[in-house]
């Protein structure tokens, strides 16, 4: 019996490894983490992650094929393949700060990898890495080896949170790269034939390492350059009276750019987009691209752009001061369907607002006040590090209240923000909420979900990002 071993218990190891475990009942899959708590919640009801399906998945495999442990070189000494699917956070300090991937964590999990193997295994990168980490890692195990033999190969995720088991089950394609050696080609073929047990053939695409592992980065930085791209046009939407969507709907209807990605909105997050940019342009700095990592650094720079000019838009409309006004806020994870609250938009937007002394009540269906209050309250690329190595008990925003209701965080507001899609919210009693608001009453819809003529006829004051101004915002114009 083939034994696989995921060191990592995350957003990318714990989905991915459980529907290998479905796909391939004859494979014995462990993912092992060192936080207790984290496996504890994998061997629960409760998993550590929301993510539509992946419950059913990991109580069909759990116990038979599929197993959360925290004896870590246990499953690394048995395994025949070992994932790795740690953090790599931005580096905070030293050599690279802001930009450089910090590879602590890989390579003490290399480390590990090498002192408790007694037998030939193959690594596999998961997490997102630089280029060239695939030959970092290479020299670790070789030189630590002790005559064992270590095949790495890359094989990046394209995950995306909300429908990861779907894209799982179904993904556009699977990226394996290896070393081009007999040996290489063979750890290739026996990870393609993990895949094969459900993903088409020609789905499973297999290059050299450089090119799997510059392959993530790129299609994360391709990605957030469309977002940025409709995001820099819904400023200009704003300003001559032009709409967004039926801009963006225009051009997503030629072939060749498609629709995807063309939603304008208060900003991306997630874990992946910003990091990988920022990893993108140290790599290109590093190897004498100065121009291209100037390229890649404005896709982050529109990006606060777009969450700055929101936050300066609520504030100018409402008499240029939100001291001591109480503003809802709708949503904070990154995107709906998910409670990831990594990079997340309503963070920059919670903190701007704040900075001007507001009072805000926060509503998320999926997400805790710990986490709200921790993310409001950690330095920049603290999340991405391991939770046991994060401040203990972050002090929490006395101005923050954090309620399980749209329409408690909503009673008294002078503001309503959205900052997360949440199909909830479109179905809400928008007259009631206005009943209960103080006036006159002003909603700013992040992710232009709602319907902006009827809320007006209710009597709200609306923005949407990158629609024709309400005569009341054009009286206030919002300075950036």
Known sequence: MVKICCIGAGYVGGPTMAVIALKCPKIEVAVVDISVSRINA???????IYEPGLDGVVKDCRGRNLFFSTDVEKHVFE?????VSVNTPTKTRGLGAGKAADLTYWESAARMIADVSKSDKIVV????????????????????????????????????????IKDLFNPDRVLIGGRETPEGQKAIGMLKSVYAHWV????ILTTNLWSAELSKLAANAFLAQRISSVN????????????????????????RIGPKFLNASVGFGGSCFQKDILNLVYICEC?????????WKQVIKINDYQKNRFVNRVVASMFNTVSNKKVAILGFAFKKDTGDTRETPAIDV?????????????YDPQVSEDQIQRDLTLSKFEWDHPTHLQPMSPTTVKQVSVVWDAYEATKEAHAVCILTEWDEFKSLDY??????????????????????????????????????????????????
């Open 232 to 255: 820099a046009i819904s400023a200009l939407c704003e300003a001559t009276g032009a709409d967004v969507s039926q801009v963006a709907y225009s051009v997503g209807t030629d072939s």
């Open 350 to 362: 919670c903190k701007g607002l704040l900075g001007d002394k507001a009072r805000l009540s926060i």
């Open 79 to 83: 395994a025949d393949i070992v994932f």
């Open 125 to 164: 990168e998961k997490s997102t890495v630089p280029v060239k980490t695939a030959e970092a890692i290479e020299k670790i195990l070789t030189h630590n080896s002790k005559g064992i033999k270590f095949q790495i190969l890359s094989n990046p995720e394209f995950l995306a949170e909300g429908t990861a």
């Open 287 to 295: 190897n004498g691209l100065p121009e291209v990592a100037e390229y």
């Open 431 to 480: 007259q009631r909420i206005y009943n209960n608001m103080m006036k006159p009453a002003f909603i700013f819809d992040g992710r232009n979900v709602l319907d902006a003529d009827k809320l007006r006829e209710i009597g709200f004051i609306v923005f949407s990002i990158g629609k024709p101004l309400d005569s009341w915002l054009k009286d206030m114009p919002a300075v950036a």
């Open 200 to 203: 088409p053939e020609e789905r």
């Open 42 to 48: 994998w061997n629960s009801d409760q998993l550590p």
